[in-house]
Nanobody, 124 residues
Framework: QVQLVESGGGLVQAGGSLRLSCAAS????????MGWFRQAPGKEREFVAA????????AYADSVKGRFTISRDNAKNTVYLQMNSLKPEDTAVYYC?????????????????WGQGTQVTVSS
């Protein structure tokens, strides 16, 4: 099992930046592909970004491509989401998740491990 704790959310103006972090503990961090999802009020949880176990492969939702960057530091058991050029429609609770591989993260919302979420609010 793995435990996930997100941090770094907050209130930012449109056009601004935030960096989210997700610290993992438990089973070996490098054995998981990692991903970020988000959920806005009244909407379903949606995929944002994912990164492979080694960090070589990444994937992004079209809505964030070119603005967000996912990365990981296996020595620190942490995955990051750098969010630039933020828009009001990026407002949501952002969740970190882990899965066996990056394909599972990009094709399913049903994962065993989730963090508690961190709120990101972008004002216009």
């Amino acid at each position: 099992q793995v435990q996930l704790v997100e941090s770094g959310g907050g209130l930012v103006q449109a056009g601004g930046s935030l960096r989210l972090s997700c610290a993992a503990s438990g089973r070996t961090f490098s054995s998981y592909a990692m991903g970020w999802f988000r959920q806005a009020p009244g909407k379903e949880r949606e995929f944002v970004a994912a990164i492979s176990r080694s960090g070589v492969s990444t994937a992004y939702a079209d809505s964030v491509k070119g603005r967000f960057t996912i990365s990981r530091d296996n020595a620190k058991n942490t995955v990051y989401l750098q969010m630039n050029s933020l828009k009001p429609e990026d407002t949501a609770v952002y969740y970190c998740t882990a899965a066996d591989n990056i394909v599972v993260l990009t094709t399913s919302r049903n994962h065993d491990y989730w963090g508690q979420g961190t709120q990101v609010t972008v004002s216009s």
